[in-house]
C-alpha cells in the first residue's frame, strides 16, 4: 500500500540553526500539507501545497517558514532560524482532493531544538 | 477559521463498554469530518469519515452521527477492546481548506 514517507525520523539542532524536513508524498497525489503536534496536543494545521504554490496557510506558518517541491517527488518544510517552541513532530500529509478527501499522513518528523 | 471543540479530553471505560467523544464546529460551510486515532508515537489514522449530506454512518463497531443544525457531530465506538486504547481526533473541513483538528481525547479501555 503506497504510504507518505519522511525524513528525518529524529532530528536535534541548537537554536538559531536552519532545519529542512523531507516529505515523499504518495504519488498520486496532488495536495500537500505540513501539520505539526507538540508534545500530547492537538494537530495543527501549517500550510497546504497545490499546483506549486501556497493555496493556504495558518498563523503558525509565518517568514521563518518556507515550503517547496524541489522536485517531482519530494516536498520539504524548511524552518530558518529554529526557537525553542519549535520543537515538536512534524507531520507530512497527502490527499487526492482537497477539503473533503482523506489525509494520509507520514510517520513524523520529530524536531527537537536545544 | 474553522474552530474545532472536542471533548471529553479523557475517558476510561471498561472493556466491552461503549464510548462517546462529541466535537462541534464553528463554520456553518464545512461539509467533511473525519475522525482519526493516534496511537502512541504513531501517525494519525482515519478510521471513519462522514460528509454533511449523510446524517448517520457506520463501519463494524464504529459510528459516527452528524447533526448541522446544531454543528456538533460524535463518534461511537461499542464493545470497546484494549485495543481502542489511544487518542482520537476529531476534525472538520469546509471545501477547499484544509482539516482543522479538535484537542484530543484520550481514550483508555480498561480490561
Known amino acids: 500500500e503506497p504510504e507518505v514517507t519522511q525524513t528525518p525520523s529524529h532530528q536535534v539542532t541548537q537554536m538559531g540553526q536552519e532545519v529542512i524536513l523531507r516529505c515523499v508524498p504518495i504519488?498520486?497525489?496532488?495536495?500537500f500539507y505540513w501539520y505539526r503536534q507538540i508534545l500530547g496536543q492537538k494537530v495543527e494545521f501549517l500550510v497546504s501545497?497545490?499546483?506549486?504554490?501556497?493555496?493556504?496557510k495558518s498563523e503558525i506558518f509565518d517568514d521563518q517558514f518556507s515550503v517547496e517541491r524541489p522536485d517531482g517527488s519530494n516536498f520539504t518544510l524548511k524552518i530558518r532560524s529554529t526557537k525553542l517552541e519549535d520543537s515538536a513532530m512534524y507531520f507530512c500529509?497527502?490527499?487526492?482532493?482537497?477539503?473533503?478527501?482523506?489525509?494520509?499522513f507520514g510517520e513524523g518528523s520529530r524536531l527537537t531544538v536545544l | 477559521g474553522e474552530n474545532v471543540e472536542q471533548h471529553p479530553s479523557t475517558l476510561s471505560v471498561q472493556e466491552g463498554d461503549s464510548a462517546v467523544i462529541k466535537c462541534t464546529y464553528s463554520?456553518?460551510?464545512?461539509?467533511?469530518f473525519p475522525w482519526y486515532k493516534q496511537e502512541l508515537g504513531k501517525r494519525p489514522q482515519l478510521i471513519i469519515d462522514?460528509?454533511?449530506?449523510?446524517g448517520e454512518k457506520k463501519d463494524q463497531r464504529i459510528a459516527v452521527t452528524l447533526n448541522k443544525t446544531a454543528k456538533h457531530f460524535s463518534l461511537h465506538i461499542t464493545e470497546t477492546q484494549p485495543e481502542d486504547s489511544a487518542v482520537y481526533f476529531c476534525?472538520?473541513?469546509?471545501?477547499?481548506?484544509?482539516?482543522?483538528f479538535g484537542k484530543g481525547t484520550s481514550l483508555l479501555v480498561t480490561p
Open positions: 476534525a472538520a473541513s469546509s471545501p477547499g481548506y484544509a482539516l482543522n
Open positions: 504519488s498520486n497525489h496532488l495536495y
Open positions: 463554520d456553518s460551510a464545512s461539509n467533511y
Open positions: 462522514i460528509r454533511s449530506n449523510v
Open positions: 501545497f497545490y499546483n506549486n504554490e501556497i493555496s493556504e
Open positions: 500529509a497527502s490527499s487526492e482532493t482537497r477539503g473533503d478527501g482523506e489525509l494520509f
